[in-house]
C-alpha cells in the first residue's frame, strides 16, 4: 500500500521567520483547512500539539480528536531539545501530556524543529519513561540546525521507544525532505511525486510534517513587506502556499493512504 505519513506540528509560530508569530490568520482557522482535506477523503492523520496551543484553543485540539485523528505531544515551550536537561523536558512533557488529557491516549511525541539528535538522545529514556510508544524527531542527515546523519530513513527502536525518522530523498546534491511543508511547496512537483512513487513501489511510507504557515495564503501578503534576515530562506518560507493542499490533493488521487502514526506503529 502507498502509504504517506502526513501529520501537523500545531503551533501558532514559524520557527525560522523573524517575526516569528502569525500576525492574521488564526490558528483554528489554519487547522480547519487541513481538517477540511481530511474530511475529504476520510482520512486520519496524528497532529503533534504544542501544550501552549492546547491550552489557548482548547476547541480546536478537542475538534481535531473528536473527528479521529490521532494527537501527539510536541513539547509544552516548544524548544529545540538541546535547551533542555533530561529533568526539565521531563517536566515540560508532563506539562504537555497535562494540556492534552482531554484528546485521548497520548502515543506519540515529535520534538520542535526535529532537534532529536545523537547529542540529545538521552531524550528517549525520558519518552520511555513517561509512556511514550514512539517518536516522530529524527532528520536524518547532516543538516545546519539539527540531524543524525547515518540513522537512515529505516523506524528504529532506542530504549523502547520505536523512532519513526522523517523521509529524505536526494535532489541534485541535497537529501531533502519529501512529503514536508517548505520542501513539499518549493520542489517541482515533477519530482515529489515520482519520489513518492518510488517509495511505494518498495513498500515504504512516506513521513513528513506540515505546519499551520504552509496553508496560511494571508500571513504571505503581509509578511513580505519590511521581512528582515535571509532574503532567500524568507522567500522559500511563502512559496506556493496556496498550493499546498492541491499537492496534497494530487497524492491521495493517485493512491496514497494518509493514516495515523499511532495505526502505522501498530502494524509494523
Ligand atoms: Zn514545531
Not at 501537523?8 to 483547512?33: G, K, S, W
Not at 514536508?180 to 518549493?186: D, E, L, Q, V
Request: charged share 25%; glycine share 8%; hydrophobic share 40%.
Amino acid at each position: 500500500m502507498a502509504v504517506f505519513l502526513f501529520s501537523v506540528d500545531l503551533e501558532e509560530f514559524q520557527a525560522a521567520n523573524p517575526a516569528r508569530v502569525f500576525r492574521l490568520t488564526p490558528l483554528p482557522e489554519l487547522a480547519e483547512i487541513y481538517l477540511a482535506f481530511l474530511r475529504r477523503h476520510k482520512m486520519k492523520a496524528t497532529f503533534f500539539v504544542v501544550g501552549e496551543v492546547a491550552k489557548k484553543f482548547p476547541e480546536t485540539v478537542r475538534a481535531i480528536a473528536a473527528e479521529g485523528h490521532e494527537i501527539g505531544c510536541h513539547t509544552h515551550r516548544h524548544l529545540p531539545l538541546d535547551e533542555y536537561t533530561p529533568a526539565s523536558l521531563r517536566d515540560d512533557l508532563s506539562r504537555n501530556l497535562d494540556a492534552l488529557r482531554d484528546a485521548g491516549e497520548v502515543k506519540g511525541f515529535r520534538a520542535p524543529i526535529l532537534s532529536l539528535t545523537e547529542k540529545t538522545r538521552w531524550a528517549y529514556e525520558v519518552l520511555a519513561g513517561l509512556g511514550f510508544q514512539y517518536s516522530s524527531s529524527v532528520l536524518p542527515a547532516r543538516n545546519p540546525l539539527h540531524g543524525w546523519p547515518g540513522f537512515t530513513n529505516k523506524p528504529r527502536r532506542i530504549n523502547g521507544v520505536l523512532e519513526l525518522p522523517v523521509t529524505l530523498a536526494r535532489f541534485g546534491p541535497l537529501e531533502v525532505p519529501l512529503g514536508a511543508g517548505t520542501y513539499f511547496r518549493c520542489l517541482p512537483f515533477g519530482f515529489i511525486r515520482s519520489r513518492f512513487a518510488a517509495f511505494a513501489r518498495r513498500g515504504e511510507p512516506v513521513l513528513g510534517y506540515f505546519h499551520p504557515y504552509d496553508v496560511d495564503t494571508r500571513q504571505e501578503r503581509v509578511m513580505n513587506r519590511g521581512v528582515r534576515g535571509n532574503r532567500v530562506l524568507n522567500a522559500l518560507l511563502y512559496i506556493n502556499r496556496g498550493r499546498t493542499i492541491e499537492r496534497l490533493e494530487s497524492l491521495t488521487a493517485s493512491g496514497f493512504k494518509i493514516m495515523t502514526y499511532a495505526e502505522y506503529v501498530s502494524r509494523v
